[in-house]
């Protein structure tokens, strides 16, 4: 009731909702985090329960974030029954596509254990695949609100789901619980998102099945889950080359660093995420001037956070987890570069004019870029070496699809980014990276 009155209190837009909605997960997960390494669950059990949302993520994140992406144009301007088909088949398809990730996870989690986790097993693999089916689909559910400019649900969605993770995931450790029941915990928290989304579609969707819409739908779509694939896999390479070369304990601490990515990842997904629609425009100068403005926001905000970050994380990193996870300050500095990379926006623009192909294309080269450079990295400087391939590929894509956004639609970076105010912060954001890093620890 109080999230309510709250929210009658201010008004919110949807890009604003998409980024409180991302900002309450990311404080989900650092409560989590935290709760975590403050239990008695050991950093290997941590470690195990951090290779469980690997896989997951994995499995998942790909496919879900590609469909939703062409959904987001495709719904643009429909009537509210035309609306409402696309709705049903896109959760049609999603449903598809979470169950056969299902299936696969669970049939193929002892060639995991193998290959991938150094011979460290999958725990729990039914309940993993559990998750994959319940939760995948559910990830539509703040999209709906968005299509339906019904932004302070996004908002209260946020609150209240998150709050309820950090429950069945922080909790039970402090209670005498262990690994399992934190993972059976995940799975039923699955269960009620995906009970969740199906009032959600009860309210907004019209259950009538069209194949044509599933064709649109599918064949939009898959250049962007292609696209997301080979960019997302690289990430996932690289837990995984963490998982084969080194413990569970190392990799607890490098998804403590890496996993603490910067708020700029979560604003700037969902500013772009929210931006979509607007481009679809034949006349795009408005929505350009918008994007340019809110890039500028998010900087005089991100940067300044970002360098504060990287002057106290080796500090707070001990204080605020443990002292075993004093070596995920040094990833995590890595990854508040990234930054840099987030806040370049020519990937909406391109999405929203479907010309897909040169996303895939800017991703096949990050994918070798960014594996290449993992594996070569992490043998010559550890497990930090994975955190600099990451970074060093992000920021070439973006500045493969900014060229090719230039030489398509003739969009220059400075017609949506502020340029003068951008070199200005990248330049102060790397000093300080090279001076805590390289001078002062």
């Given at each position: 009731?109080?999230?309510?009155?709250?929210?009658?209190?201010?008004?919110?837009?949807?890009?604003?909702?998409?980024?409180?909605?991302?900002?309450?997960?990311?404080?989900?997960?650092?409560?989590?985090?935290?709760?975590?390494?403050?239990?008695?669950?050991?950093?290997?059990?941590?470690?195990?329960?951090?290779?469980?949302?690997?896989?997951?993520?994995?499995?998942?994140?790909?496919?879900?974030?590609?469909?939703?992406?062409?959904?987001?144009?495709?719904?643009?301007?429909?009537?509210?029954?035309?609306?409402?088909?696309?709705?049903?088949?896109?959760?049609?398809?999603?449903?598809?596509?979470?169950?056969?990730?299902?299936?696969?996870?669970?049939?193929?989690?002892?060639?995991?254990?193998?290959?991938?986790?150094?011979?460290?097993?999958?725990?729990?693999?039914?309940?993993?695949?559990?998750?994959?089916?319940?939760?995948?689909?559910?990830?539509?559910?703040?999209?709906?609100?968005?299509?339906?400019?019904?932004?302070?649900?996004?908002?209260?969605?946020?609150?209240?789901?998150?709050?309820?993770?950090?429950?069945?995931?922080?909790?039970?450790?402090?209670?005498?619980?262990?690994?399992?029941?934190?993972?059976?915990?995940?799975?039923?928290?699955?269960?009620?998102?995906?009970?969740?989304?199906?009032?959600?579609?009860?309210?907004?969707?019209?259950?009538?099945?069209?194949?044509?819409?599933?064709?649109?739908?599918?064949?939009?779509?898959?250049?962007?889950?292609?696209?997301?694939?080979?960019?997302?896999?690289?990430?996932?390479?690289?837990?995984?080359?963490?998982?084969?070369?080194?413990?569970?304990?190392?990799?607890?601490?490098?998804?403590?660093?890496?996993?603490?990515?910067?708020?700029?990842?979560?604003?700037?997904?969902?500013?772009?995420?929210?931006m979509l629609s607007r481009f679809t425009k034949k006349n795009i100068d408005?929505?350009?001037?918008?994007?340019?403005?809110?890039?500028?926001?998010?900087?005089?905000?991100?940067?300044?956070?970002?360098?504060?970050?990287?002057?106290?994380?080796?500090?707070?990193?001990?204080?605020?987890?443990?002292?075993?996870?004093?070596?995920?300050?040094?990833?995590?500095?890595?990854?508040?570069?990234?930054?840099?990379?987030?806040?370049?926006?020519?990937?909406?623009?391109?999405?929203?004019?479907?010309?897909?192909?040169?996303?895939?294309?800017?991703?096949?080269?990050?994918?070798?870029?960014?594996?290449?450079?993992?594996?070569?990295?992490?043998?010559?400087?550890?497990?930090?070496?994975?955190?600099?391939?990451?970074?060093?590929?992000?920021?070439?894509?973006?500045?493969?699809?900014?060229?090719?956004?230039?030489?398509?639609?003739?969009?220059?970076?400075?017609?949506?980014?502020?340029?003068?105010?951008?070199?200005?912060?990248?330049?102060?954001?790397?000093?300080?990276?090279?001076?805590?890093?390289?001078?002062?620890?």
């Amino acid at each position: 009731m109080a999230i309510k009155n709250v929210l009658k209190t201010y008004t919110i837009s949807n890009i604003n909702a998409l980024q409180l909605f991302q900002l309450v997960r990311y404080g989900a997960f650092i409560v989590i985090g935290i709760l975590l390494s403050k239990s008695s669950l050991g950093t290997a059990n941590i470690g195990h329960y951090e290779t469980f949302l690997l896989i997951a993520t994995a499995f998942t994140l790909f496919w879900v974030n590609g469909f939703l992406k062409v959904m987001l144009p495709e719904t643009s301007g429909k009537p509210d029954e035309r609306l409402g088909i696309i709705l049903f088949n896109a959760f049609i398809m999603l449903l598809f596509f979470a169950f056969a990730a299902a299936v696969l996870v669970f049939v193929l989690h002892k060639p995991f254990s193998a290959l991938l986790l150094n011979g460290n097993p999958v725990h729990m693999p039914l309940a993993l695949s559990g998750y994959i089916l319940f939760n995948g689909p559910s990830l539509m559910i703040e999209y709906i609100y968005l299509i339906k400019n019904r932004s302070k649900n996004i908002v209260r969605y946020g609150v209240i789901i998150f709050f309820i993770q950090v429950l069945v995931v922080g909790v039970p450790p402090f209670l005498g619980y262990g690994l399992h029941v934190i993972l059976t915990g995940l799975f039923l928290f699955s269960v009620l998102k995906f009970g969740w989304l199906l009032i959600v579609l009860k309210k907004y969707a019209k259950p009538v099945f069209r194949p044509a819409v599933l064709k649109t739908l599918l064949f939009a779509g898959l250049p962007l889950v292609l696209s997301l694939l080979l960019s997302s896999s690289a990430k996932y390479i690289d837990g995984f080359i963490i998982t084969s070369k080194f413990s569970p304990e190392d990799f607890a601490i490098f998804q403590y660093g890496a996993r603490e990515l910067p708020l700029a990842v979560l604003m700037a997904n969902s500013l772009g995420m929210a931006m979509l629609s607007r481009f679809t425009k034949k006349n795009i100068d408005s929505p350009l001037a918008e994007l340019r403005s809110e890039v500028s926001r998010l900087h005089y905000f991100l940067f300044p956070v970002s360098i504060v970050l990287l002057l106290t994380s080796h500090w707070f990193y001990p204080l605020v987890f443990n002292p075993q996870f004093e070596a995920s300050a040094t990833i995590f500095n890595v990854y508040l570069l990234l930054v840099i990379s987030r806040l370049l926006f020519p990937q909406t623009i391109l999405i929203s004019k479907k010309v897909n192909r040169t996303i895939v294309r800017a991703s096949f080269f990050e994918i070798i870029i960014n594996v290449g450079l993992s594996i070569l990295l992490a043998n010559m400087v550890g497990m930090v070496g994975v955190a600099y391939a990451t970074l060093i590929a992000y920021l070439f894509e973006k500045i493969y699809l900014a060229v090719a956004l230039k030489r398509k639609f003739g969009i220059t970076p400075g017609k949506y980014i502020p340029l003068k105010t951008y070199f200005f912060s990248a330049f102060f954001l790397i000093a300080t990276f090279i001076l805590v890093e390289f001078f002062i620890y």
